[in-house]
């Protein structure tokens, strides 16, 4: 079946640091690819998308490039914040469904 | 909007007690699902809608019930709580009918199973 795998954390990093978060999936067709993150105490919100081979989602500094050939959407951020300290989750959307496969989110922290 | 709306946001319960989890959103998505997440898992698909009647099972749906009687409601019926459904619960929603439509999600529910 479809499944998403990320890198475990946590993933801690001085402010300004540049930053790599691993993400490779498994799906058969064409799925979309999402990127979530999670606040302290909060819901999950998206950060971004993408929806096709070769296209890059950016938002708030981050971004991923979906790469067919070797299956990944790694999320980059050229400078991180103290604010950017979250958790963050890949998942996909199969073609054929509504439903969403999460990974299994990798927490960030970021210090002064 | 309010988007998508959960009650209660904490909640303690005995072993072998019942409770309903309150899911709405206001914007007309035909798809609402629920999660659970717990450390080291990320989020697990327990039962989902693709419109008014229609329910179906996610990954995890044993020891949840749901109904889907308007596009509104989603509730999560747990009949006799276990501690292995310890957890924090979330309700999502979204448009159906392409895969690039994203999903909103309610600010969750902490369940405490003793």
């Known amino acids: 079946g479809d499944s998403v795998t990320q890198m475990e954390g946590p993933v801690t990093l001085s402010e300004e640091a540049f930053l790599t978060i691993n993400c490779t999936y498994t799906a058969t067709g064409y799925p979309s690819l999402f990127w979530y993150v999670q606040y302290p105490g909060e819901g999950l919100q998206l950060l971004l998308k993408a929806t096709k081979a070769d296209d890059k989602g950016s938002n708030k500094g981050f971004e991923a490039t979906y790469r067919k050939e070797t299956t990944s959407f790694h999320l980059e951020k050229g400078s991180v914040q103290v604010s950017d300290s979250a958790v963050y989750f890949c998942a996909l959307r199969s073609y054929n469904t509504d439903k969403l496969i999460f990974g299994t989110g990798t927490r960030l922290q970021v210090f002064p | 909007n309010a988007g998508v709306t959960q009650t209660p946001k904490f909640q303690v319960l005995k072993t072998g007690q019942s409770m309903t989890l309150q899911c709405a959103q206001d914007?007309?998505?035909?798809?609402m699902s629920w999660y659970r997440q717990d450390p080291g898992m990320g989020l697990r698909l327990i039962h989902y809608?693709?419109?008014?009647?229609?329910?179906d099972q996610g990954e995890v749906p044993n020891g949840y019930n749901v109904s889907r009687s308007t596009t509104e409601d989603f509730p999560l019926r747990l009949l006799s709580a276990a501690p292995s459904q310890t957890s924090v619960y979330f309700c999502?929603?979204?448009?159906?009918?392409?895969?690039?439509?994203?999903?909103?999600f309610g600010p969750g529910t902490r369940l405490t199973v003793t």
């Open positions: 914007m007309n998505h035909e798809y």
């Open positions: 809608s693709v419109g008014a009647g229609i329910t």
């Open positions: 999502a929603s979204s448009r159906t009918s392409g895969s690039s439509y994203e999903q909103y």
